[in-house]
């Protein structure tokens, strides 16, 4: 005999708590591709150099439209990003925001967060059919704002903490970087890891490999803009990439994204010299899933369910590790390759760096 059960008593305080909580999302959701289109129109770069500023101006200046000039701040007003001024009619970028939305050397930089995930969703119809069949959707299929933002999110944290923090973390490396050591940074993306070293530590060569052409064919011709000669790029996966007796092998915010990280890292064994060291960096994540209920936990989470999962369940094996994998996970994946000591020694607000040894 089936029990029928009571509908639960609905709270209406909490039900409309929620919904204005969504009507809030729904706003920051169409927020991300406003600050993606005033980062291309150059809005905030102009409203930085020139403070208030009435629609008009700020069309006239960046050779846009008003009406679409006058919408955009009234967004941004609305969500806080600018102030306004309803006497005269100006709004205002703080300085503060100015930072975060202009200087690309800034470790506050955000507008490749947003433009990496406003990429992410665009491709939403795929990874929703994906989920269906249990296919993947591997990364060089998605929208180049991925490809993109990736990079401009990331590269400012690696940009303040990669040669003066995380380096140094790293027991005995520094040093041999400034004698002269060879190093592979494999998942290089457009190279903006790669040439950072390379530029900081001119005595050392170093070797970018991805498997996605396009950003190989990008890093190359960073590297030649940034003027490094001790660099090279070569299109390859990590189960693949060339050359042995590696001093320093790096990864950066991509083991979780392999279909085979446990492959990744038994090559990385293979290539790596007996007093190697394997740096990881992740994103920042706790081991169990309560660690990572909070805002950052939060958007990995939907990167991962978006992109990093998608794209690990598109190549082979396809272990599906989550962006949110945490510290032990990454412990057993170095361990199943061949790796014996293993801790963790720099975090971030957004990464975790890891040191794997023989």
Not at 7 to 36: C, H, Q, W, Y
Not at 299 to 316: I, K, M, N, R
Request: with cysteine; glycine share 10%; net charge negative.
């Amino acid at each position: 005999m089936s029990t029928i059960t009571e509908p639960a008593a609905i709270d209406t305080d909490k039900l409309m708590s929620f919904v204005f909580r969504a009507v809030d999302e729904v706003g920051a959701t169409l927020n991300a591709a406003l600050v993606v289109m005033g980062d291309k129109l150059g809005y905030y770069r102009d409203l930085a150099a020139h403070g208030p500023t009435t629609p008009a101006q700020l069309a006239e200046r960046t050779e846009t439209a008003e009406p679409y000039a006058r919408e955009w701040l009234n967004a941004q007003a609305a969500g806080g990003y600018v102030a306004y001024d309803p006497e005269s009619k100006r709004y205002t970028l703080p300085p503060e925001h100015a930072l975060a939305m202009t200087d690309p050397d800034s470790a506050a930089f955000l507008p490749g967060f947003f433009q990496i995930a406003l990429g992410t969703v665009h491709d939403t119809a795929h990874i929703v059919e994906a989920a269906r069949s249990g296919a993947g959707y591997g990364w060089h299929q998605h929208d180049t704002d991925v490809h993109i933002g990736c990079e401009r999110f990331f590269r400012p944290s690696y940009h303040a903490n990669l040669v003066d923090a995380w380096i140094p973390a790293l027991d005995g490396v520094r040093e041999k970087l400034e004698t002269g050591a060879l190093v592979a940074d494999v998942g290089c993306g457009h190279g903006a890891s790669t040439i950072l070293l390379a530029q900081a530590f001119p005595n050392s060569t170093f070797v970018g490999s991805d498997y996605h052409a396009e950003s190989i064919e990008t890093a190359r011709e960073r590297a030649t803009a940034a003027g490094v000669t001790n660099v090279r790029f070569e299109v390859a996966s990590a189960q693949e990439f060339g050359g042995a007796g590696y001093d320093l092998v790096a990864m950066f915010d991509c083991l979780h994204d392999m279909g085979d990280p446990v492959g990744a890292a038994r090559h990385v064994r293979e290539a790596i010299a007996d007093d190697g060291t394997w740096m990881i960096v992740e994103p920042m994540a706790g081991d169990h899933v309560e660690d990572n209920l909070n805002p950052v936990g939060r958007a990995y989470y939907g990167f991962s369910t978006l992109l990093c999962t998608p794209s690990s369940l598109s190549q082979d094996v396809g272990l599906a590790l989550g962006t949110q994998a945490g510290p032990a996970r990454i412990r057993d994946i170095a361990s199943a390759g061949g790796f014996t000591r293993f801790r963790s020694v720099a975090e971030t607000p957004f990464n975790r760096v890891i040191e794997a040894r023989p």
